[in-house]
């Protein structure tokens, strides 16, 4: 007997989101560090854009162009309507290949959805696809577990996370140099607190 596909966590979660995560800060600040070094119109992969806020609509805002990728068709219509302008698209994150050249690529929290393998992999794909600037912006989950089953607001879901000198180096080895990572504590949803990794860097 056929069995379905689970409904995507992110189709479940919608617009609770946004609500819900309440501290974006420290992802609004380093979005702004990487448009300070961007020319006009620089083409910018945002992967795993999710409903398009803070990050597409920031880059959008500073007259970039930027590419939208979200394997959630319920978040992509979020950020069509809360952050018109980029180019969305409905994909597999790991089909990088596809969708060309890029001055720059930002992946907040997106890859930590994908297995470990699947994670660095994309993470070489997103090298190859960069030219001029090259320049990375990740955030992950401080841990050590690939597909850990979770419930994130309320969905069922798994997540993949590593220490903070194991990204470092599965960064450098997908192809990336000056690799500068940072951790911060951040309230992710309502009552849980947990440890986030920022990482800047430039493709080699």
Same mark, same amino acid.
């Given at each position: 007997?056929?069995?379905?596909?689970?409904?995507?966590?992110?189709?479940?979660?919608?617009?609770?989101?946004?609500?819900?995560?309440?501290?974006?800060?420290?992802?609004?600040?380093?979005?702004?560090?990487?448009?300070?070094?961007?020319?006009?119109?620089?083409?910018?992969?945002?992967?795993?854009?999710?409903?398009?806020?803070?990050?597409?609509?920031?880059?959008?805002?500073?007259?970039?162009?930027?590419?939208?990728?979200?394997?959630?068709?319920?978040?992509?219509?979020?950020?069509?309507?809360?952050?018109?302008?980029?180019?969305?698209?409905?994909?597999?994150? !790991?089909? *990088?290949? =596809?969708? +060309?050249?890029? #001055?720059?690529?930002?992946?907040? /929290?997106?890859?930590?959805?994908? %297995?470990?393998?699947?994670?660095?992999?994309?993470?070489?794909?997103?090298?190859?696809?960069?030219?001029?600037?090259?320049?990375?912006?990740?955030?992950?989950?401080?841990?050590?577990?690939?597909?850990?089953?979770?419930?994130?607001?309320?969905?069922?879901?798994?997540?993949?996370?590593?220490?903070?000198?194991?990204?470092? !180096?599965? *960064?450098? =080895?997908? +192809?990336?140099? #000056?690799?500068?990572?940072?951790? /911060?504590?951040?309230?992710?949803? %309502?009552?849980?607190?947990?440890?986030?990794?920022?990482?800047?860097?430039?493709?080699?």
């Amino acid at each position: 007997m056929a069995t379905q596909n689970p409904v995507p966590a992110f189709d479940l979660i919608g617009r609770r989101y946004d609500e819900s995560f309440v501290e974006r800060d420290v992802q609004i600040a380093e979005t702004a560090w990487l448009i300070e070094r961007l020319p006009a119109g620089a083409r910018v992969l945002d992967l795993g854009c999710g409903s398009g806020m803070p990050t597409a609509k920031q880059l959008v805002d500073a007259g970039l162009a930027v590419v939208g990728v979200d394997e959630s068709p319920v978040m992509l219509d979020l950020a069509r309507e809360q952050a018109p302008g980029p180019d969305y698209r409905l994909a597999d994150l !790991r089909a *990088v290949s =596809e969708w +060309g050249e890029f #001055d720059a690529a930002v992946a907040f /929290f997106s890859l930590l959805m994908l %297995p470990k393998s699947a994670i660095e992999q994309t993470l070489r794909a997103v090298r190859d696809s960069l030219r001029g600037p090259r320049l990375l912006l990740l955030s992950m989950v401080q841990g050590d577990f690939d597909t850990f089953p979770v419930n994130f607001l309320g969905a069922p879901t798994t997540v993949s996370a590593y220490p903070p000198d194991e990204l470092k !180096r599965v *960064v450098t =080895e997908a +192809g990336f140099g #000056d690799v500068e990572l940072r951790e /911060f504590e951040a309230e992710a949803e %309502p009552g849980r607190i947990e440890v986030q990794l920022y990482l800047r860097a430039v493709g080699t």
